[in-house]
């Protein structure tokens, strides 16, 4: 059986929602073991093993939480050593990309990152990973042991098998060369009064509202139709909206019951974050925009008439 | 303070992509400075205003890459270092990083500045491994920088806000479009930029030899697309026909 790691994002002792996701995948490739490190890493172990991990390697070092990268690095690596394994699966987010690109280079091995899916194949693992803009799917083979593969969040469904692992202890001494990129504080700007991840409607805005000003007409709607508001990254970039609320392959996946995109083009970076949607609607002037190619239902339109009026409509049907 | 910035040249977003029998992406297209790395540009020349020294761009590329450290360099940096050779054709992120590290190593940076992800489908993994590399610590995702002396500190951002993130120099930081609006070249920067050293180096030169590349493509699958549903005008009826679509689905 193939040894596979996968390794279990903490937030501040919280387990990351992807590291259950990649359990449900690292099942089916082989046996799994995961690791997990910083505060939480103990009860993060009990989940992890009904989720089918039989072994979790954890380390409840506070270096963990602080420092970026080095401490897990440095632990992974002295785990690598003792135990050669032949997968590595991350999440793809900024976290888990800053420590397996530096384990990578340590092991000096290559990695594969935004895949989708992971295979297993010809004794070893192939990557799906979006190709030509999203067009086509690109099978990678990872030639290195061992493998690493960044995945996706919201690739799999995380789902309970029932189960407990054992836990062991990870030796790992964290020295103050490692403790060097240290967080001294963390704020929390979102108020979001439906989180976005796990609100049933997501209502997007993009370059086509105009301007931040027209971003509430947004929230109204979500508010009538209790959701949550999200964005493309072009009016993040331009400073309308916090990075919170983007969607898309550097932003965060949604898949609600329904998603609307106002005044958004469609581009690939977009629409991996939000196409596993079950109801797509769009709104948009362009009936060429490549949105409309994959919505539901794309009604070509100035979103700005049609929001307000929608909002109305919604708030009446209610009562 | 010597500040080094990395930039990629990238095609041009705005333009279409072919792909090549051979499966890579055709390079015979409009080629600009990748627009994250400009903005890299911009914070370093921020960063020398205020504390002085130096900014030297370095890329990894075909030769006709020295157009977009010319245009960083008509932006106001110093020099510029290209490394180039065939043998780097399709290159992957550890390769790359490898390569940047040896040309960077020499100049012993206080601080090395990269673009969080390049704009041609890159995935952000360059730094980190730069940064393991060049055995410095990485300040990732900063969408606000501050020097003080040998400490920098910087918002990183996050899924729900920023971390303030504190290291002291010799640091690697990666830097989110939001950072700085890019600045325009003068007149007078272009003309001036003519004039400022490009270093071009090759493998040989860093003695580095190409190894296994990390992955090789097996194969190309037609994307899995939705179906369009239907496109509608909004004729005054739209809102209704939402409002169906909404009612179906049981959100309202
Ligand atoms: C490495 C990388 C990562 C990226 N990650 C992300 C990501 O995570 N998320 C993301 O979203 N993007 C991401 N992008 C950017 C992405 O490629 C697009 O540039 C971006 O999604 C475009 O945003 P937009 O649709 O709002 O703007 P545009 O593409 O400018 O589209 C605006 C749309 O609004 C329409 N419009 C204009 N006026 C109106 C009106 N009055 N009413 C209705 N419609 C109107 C227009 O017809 C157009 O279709 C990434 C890019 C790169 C290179
Ligand atoms: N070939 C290259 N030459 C110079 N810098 C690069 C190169 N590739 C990547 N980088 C740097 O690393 C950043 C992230 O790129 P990537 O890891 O390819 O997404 C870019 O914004 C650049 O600053």
New interface residues.
Partial sequence: MAKIWVYAELHQGKLQPTALELMAKARELGDVEAVALGSGAKAAAATLGKHGAKTVHVNEDKAFDDF???PA?DALAALHKAQAPDLILFG?T?DS??????L???L???????AGDVVAKNGGF??KV???????????????KPAII?VRPKSFEASETGGTAEVKELAATIGAESR???????????SEKVKLEDA??VISGGRGMGGPDNFPLLEALAGA???AVGASRAV??A?WV???MQVGQ?G?SVRP??YIAVGISGAMQHTVGM?AS????AINKD?EAPI???????????AL??VP??TA??KA??G | MKIVVTVKQVPDPNSV?V?ESD?T?SRDKEVVLDPGDECGIEEGLQLKEAHGGEVILVSMGPERAKDAIRKGLSMGADRGVLISDPQLAGA???LT?RALAAAIKPESPDIVICG??SYD?S???????????LG??????A?KVEVDGSTIKIH?????????????IP?LITV???IAEPRYASLKGIMAARSKEIKQIGLGDLGIERG???????????????K???????DGT??????Q???E????
């Fill in positions: 970026i990268a080095e690095t793809f900024s990309r800053d420590v397996a690109g530096r990578a280079a340590r000096g091995v290559g990695l594969i990152s935004n192939e990557a979006p190709y030509f803009g999203g067009a086509k799917v690109a099978s990678m083979r990872a030639n290195n960044l060097r990129a240290h967080i001294v504080e963390r704020v929390t700007e979102a049933k409607v139709l209790g959701g993040v970039d400073g916090p990075y919170a550097t965060k019951g329904v196409k079950k109801i797509i609607i009936a409309m190619k994959m919505a539901d239902l794309g009604v070509v339109g100035d008439k049609i009026a929608l409509a919604v049907k209610k | 992509t792909l499966n992406l992957d992120a550890l990083a969080t992800e489908g995935t952000g993994m360059v730094p980190p491994m730069l940064a393991e590399l410095v610590p990485q300040l990732t995702v969408k990183r951002q996050t899924s729900d806000g920023y971390q303030v993130v504190e290291g002291a640091v989110t479009a939001g296994e590349p990390a992955e090789t493509i097996e194969g190309l699958t037609q994307a899995e697309t939705r369009a549903g239907s496109i509608i005008q909004d739209a809102v209704d026909r939402i409002i679509v909404l009612a689905a049981k959100v309202i």
